[in-house]
């Protein structure tokens, strides 16, 4: 069965410092890996993702990701938060498709606080 | 450009009473649609899912059912409502290997 984790609750930074948000994996095969961020009452929007290709993605509003294979990881970044950036972050594998459909299995989310 | 439409975007509904929730998608064609419900503001959990025009499959047995009356028309409905149910409701589409999520519609069920 496929899995992700965010081992971290919360993660707390200072405006201008680099940030890190976890995320490990298990799939059978090769993943579908996903970044979501999700600001109050508002839905899911996607930041990046990594299907095959470089190691290193890029995304929106500056944030990439690094896919390690190994390490069954898939971490987010940034060189310089925000407070902007304070939200609640999903990472997300794709199962294998069933049919023509894919299923999405998330994270318990990650949240953001970048203070000033 | 695509654009996904969820509404209500809020609901206060007595206990038993029935629930109608539409999703909409616009600028693509027969794409794969999503039902999700988020509980306390952080897990994600997939509810039903279509291929097509008619085509569901429910992920949970749940007090919900979905149907997809149009091509880019998604609905999440109810006959009586629980306690339970409460949560914010995510729509999602299908494009690119990606699926793109709706506003949502939180539910408050008294």
């Known amino acids: 069965a496929q899995s992700v984790a965010q081992p971290e609750d919360q993660v707390n930074v200072a405006e201008g410092n680099p940030l890190t948000v976890k995320c490990t994996y298990s799939v059978s095969g090769n993943p579908y890996l996903f970044w979501y961020v999700q600001y109050p009452n508002r839905g899911l929007q996607f930041l990046l993702k990594y299907i095959t290709g470089d190691n290193l993605v890029k995304g929106s509003y500056g944030f990439e990701a690094e896919f390690n294979k190994s390490q069954t990881s898939f971490h987010l970044k940034k060189p310089s938060a925000l407070v902007s950036d304070s939200a609640l972050y999903f990472c997300?594998?794709?199962?294998?498709?069933?049919?023509?459909?894919?299923?999405?299995?998330f994270g318990t989310g990650t949240r953001l606080q970048v203070t000033l | 450009s695509q654009t996904i439409h969820q509404w209500p975007a809020t609901l206060v509904q007595p206990v038993g009473s029935p629930l109608s929730l539409e999703c909409t998608v616009e600028g693509t064609s027969n794409p794969n649609l999503y039902w999700y419900r988020q509980a306390a503001g952080r897990g994600l959990q997939l509810l039903f899912y279509s291929v097509g025009i008619g085509q569901i499959s429910s992920e949970v047995p749940q007090n919900l059912s979905a149907s997809r009356p149009q091509d880019r028309q998604f609905i999440l409905s109810s006959k009586k409502l629980l306690l339970s149910d409460s949560g914010f409701y995510l729509c999602a589409w299908e494009g690119e290997e990606t699926q793109y999520f709706g506003p949502g519609t939180r539910l408050l069920v008294l």
């Open positions: 997300a594998v794709r199962v294998l498709p069933t049919g023509t459909a894919s299923k999405l299995t």
